[in-house]
Structure formats: C-alpha cells, structure tokens
C-alpha cells in the first residue's frame, strides 16, 4: 500500500507560479515512478509529467517549457513546479504512484485554479 498526500493548490493570476508537493508513504520501494495528472470539468483525466524511479521525466506538450516534475529521494515527496500558469491550466491535479499496470495510487487531488 502506498499513501500519498498533495498539498500546494490555490488560486494564482494569469502568468503566476504554484509548486505542489506529493508526499508518499508506505511501500515506497515499490514505486517505479511518480506524476502528477490533471482533470478539468467535463474532461478525462490527463497525464501533466511523470518521473521515473531512474529520474526520466515526460510532459505533456501544453505544460512543456512552463511545469517541471522534481523529487526529493530524503523526503518521499514528488514536486510539480508550475510557471506561467494559464487558465486552461485550471483543473484538479492528482499525485499518481505507479507500480506496476495492475497497481497504481492515486492522491485526493488538489485544486488549482488559474484567473483570468
């Protein structure tokens, strides 16, 4: 079982930054890889970045360039870095922990909201 906890959600202008933060708990040495997806209402969730237990990173084309995934191996925590927020950025954001394709964690989620 892995438990994982967000935090870091808001309400940011147009052009802002936010960091949300993941911390996971318990069967840690299982994950193989961590990321952060986002559902806006009316929408599928999607995938925003992941990275892996080896440290590769993945974004998705809308968040290239603005977002950056990062994690502290000390502190079990999964961090999501978002600049120049847009409001089409505006969504729930769920911390994922994946083990394997049978297996995967998910967060309570955050919101963020991007104001125009």
């Known amino acids: 079982q892995v438990q994982l906890v967000e935090s870091g959600g808001g309400l940011v202008q147009a052009g802002g930054s936010l960091r949300l933060s993941c911390a996971a708990s318990g069967s840690i040495f299982s994950i193989n890889a961590m990321g952060w997806y986002r559902q806006a209402p009316g929408k599928q969730r999607e995938l925003v970045a992941s990275?892996?237990?080896?440290?590769?990173?993945k974004y998705a084309d809308s968040v290239k360039g603005r977002f950056t995934i990062s994690r502290d191996n000390a502190k079990n925590t999964v961090y999501l870095q978002m600049n120049s927020l847009k409001p089409e950025d505006t969504a729930v954001y769920y911390c994922?922990?994946?083990?394997?394709?049978?297996?995967?964690?998910w967060g309570q989620g955050t919101q963020v909201t991007v104001s125009s």
């Open positions: 990275i892996t237990s080896g440290g590769r990173t």
């Open positions: 994922n922990a994946y083990i394997n394709p049978s297996s995967n964690y």
